[in-house]
């Protein structure tokens, strides 16, 4: 019985101080959990991971994107978060900074293509 309590008492100090984002680590919406299972499992996990360590990873992915988003409203034009902004942060990081590169170029092309498609479909 004794180390039930124990147990009990660790989940509500994990309930109490680690809460994610919004401070309600039991009751919050998880956002990415879809997803993050699915890049688990392609990296080599099980088809079907804890929900715990999805949980854990969800948690350091929000509090990566919301330490990066604070750090990107403090630089540049305050409160406003601009591309530009994200890639001075990453750009002493090499791997994550060819991989934006590459979204961004990705994110270029695909524009392109869609307003050649609507020309093509709708206009001129």
Known sequence: MTEEEDEVGFDEDLDDGAGGADGNHGKRKRLFSKELRCM??????????????????????????????????????????????IVFLIR???RKFARVKDLLTMNEELKRARKAFDEANYGS
């Open 40 to 85: 688990m499992y392609g990296f080599g996990d099980d088809q079907n991971p804890y929900t715990e360590s999805v949980d854990i990873l969800e948690d350091l992915v929000i509090e990566f994107v919301t330490e990066m988003t604070h750090k990107a409203m403090s630089i540049g034009r305050q409160g406003r978060v601009q591309v530009e902004d």
């Open 92 to 94: 002493k990081d090499p």
